[in-house]
């Protein structure tokens, strides 16, 4: 369990991804971001920067997570880099690896991947870059020299 200080600081959202909207594309971010809604993209923010994502039971992220801290009861797919601490609550669906310092995973949970341990230090040198065929394929025709119909 973490301490009262640590679900403090998690209860402060700086901005507010509601259930009717649709995100596609990479979101960096400081501070809290809590996601009801939909986001096809990678969530960023900075190793040490103390920021949170919060995934609702709504909140669905179709890409890759690399975050400091991070509470989930919606669904993720693709891999989650924790660099503090990861928290699955009871509707929390997770298809892809996980990399965290320290974890809470609440019975009903659900990890289809790898659960990876790692010190504070070794998950920032782990996290591997985004390939090619990680990028939404909505942002692949509109490279230069690519014909769109």
């Known amino acids: 369990m973490f301490s009262s200080k640590d679900k403090a600081a998690a209860s402060h959202y700086d901005t507010l991804i509601s259930t009717k909207t649709e995100i596609v594309g990479d979101i960096t971010f400081?501070?809290?971001?809590?996601?009801?809604?939909?986001?096809?993209?990678?969530?960023?923010?900075e190793?040490?920067?103390?920021?949170v994502v919060r995934i609702s039971t709504s909140g669905r992220v179709e890409g890759q997570?690399?975050?400091?801290?991070?509470?989930?009861?919606?669904?993720?797919?693709?891999?989650?880099?924790?660099?503090?601490?990861?928290?699955?609550?009871?509707?929390?669906r997770i298809n892809g690896d996980v990399y965290y310092h320290m974890m809470e995973m609440v019975l009903g949970a659900e990890v289809n991947g790898k659960l990876i341990h790692q010190a504070k230090d070794e998950l920032k040198k782990s996290k591997k870059p985004m390939s090619e065929a990680q990028v939404a394929p909505e942002n692949k025709g509109d490279q230069a020299g690519d014909k769109v119909d």
């Not at 400081?30 to 923010?45: D, H, P, S, T």
């Not at 190793?47 to 920021?51: E, T």
């Open 65 to 92: 997570i690399t975050v400091p801290n991070v509470v989930i009861n919606g669904t993720v797919e693709g891999d989650i880099y924790a660099y503090e601490y990861v928290e699955l609550a009871k509707k929390a």
């Open 30 to 45: 400081k501070g809290g971001l809590q996601v009801e809604g939909v986001i096809k993209g990678n969530l960023i923010a």
């Open 47 to 51: 190793a040490g920067s103390g920021a």
